[in-house]
């Protein structure tokens, strides 16, 4: 079945700096999320993206579907941007979206 | 409203015990989704419903039971609560299915002892 490895397992930045969130999958994925956790929060999706590349605010997300990986890339981190990031995909016809194991992200002041 | 609400936050369950976890939404979604997540492992899905039909996984079709009396309200049934069962429950809304964004809540955290 579907595998979602995401790397680093975890990170620490200081305020300011990019940030890079790594997501690679075993099988072609029709669907891929990213998430965010705050700590003690809930998850909340901040991308949607199975293919190409989407912007939202300081978020950049890139997927090479053929190369089966994702990208988040966070630009001039905040120390609100701490937290877990996690990649969930989904192959086709598939409803079961697979999470990764997350990435823990740690901007300090 | 996009919130997704489950109720109680935290359950202490004895061993032997049923336990029930509730969860609502009021955004009309058709998909209704509870994962179970421990700690340093990714969240795992357990089963869902899109509309009136429950799609339970393989690997724990006979550990979880689950109703949806209703579009806005899902439940999640264990039977007879074991310590393996000691979780974060998640339960999670779409439109439609995985390839709509996913709205999570809270979560509920079951102690087993």
């Known amino acids: 079945g579907q595998q979602v490895q995401q790397s680093p397992a975890s990170l620490v930045l200081q305020e300011g700096e990019n940030a890079e969130l790594q997501c690679n999958f075993s099988?072609?994925?029709?669907?891929l999320q990213w998430f965010y956790q705050s700590p003690g929060g809930s998850l909340v999706s901040l991308l949607s993206?199975?293919?190409g590349t989407k912007h939202t605010g300081r978020l950049t997300s890139t997927t090479v579907t053929k190369e089966r990986r994702s990208s988040l890339h966070i630009s001039s981190s905040q120390t609100t941007d701490s937290g877990t990031y996690l990649c969930?995909?989904?192959?086709?016809?598939?409803?079961?979206?697979?999470f990764g194991s997350g990435t823990q992200l740690t901007v300090m002041p | 409203d996009t919130t997704v609400k489950q109720n109680p936050r935290y359950k202490l369950a004895r061993v032997g015990k049923p336990v029930n976890l509730i969860c609502s939404q009021t955004?009309?979604?058709?998909?209704m989704y509870w994962y179970q997540k421990k700690p340093n492992q990714a969240p795992k899905l357990l089963l869902f419903?899109?509309?009136?039909?429950?799609?339970r996984e393989a690997d724990t079709f006979e550990k979880f039971q689950s109703s949806r009396p209703n579009n806005s309200f899902c439940s999640l049934y264990i039977g007879s609560a074991g310590l393996e069962y000691s979780a974060m429950y998640l339960c999670?809304?779409?439109?439609?299915?995985?390839?709509?964004?996913?709205?999570f809540g809270h979560g509920t955290k079951l102690s087993v002892l």
């Open positions: 999670a809304s779409s439109r439609r299915g995985p390839n709509e964004r996913l709205f």
């Open positions: 099988s072609t994925a029709t669907q």
């Open positions: 993206n199975p293919s």
């Open positions: 969930a995909t989904a192959s086709s016809g598939s409803w079961q979206l697979i």
């Open positions: 955004m009309n979604h058709d998909t």
């Open positions: 419903y899109y509309d009136k039909i429950l799609n």
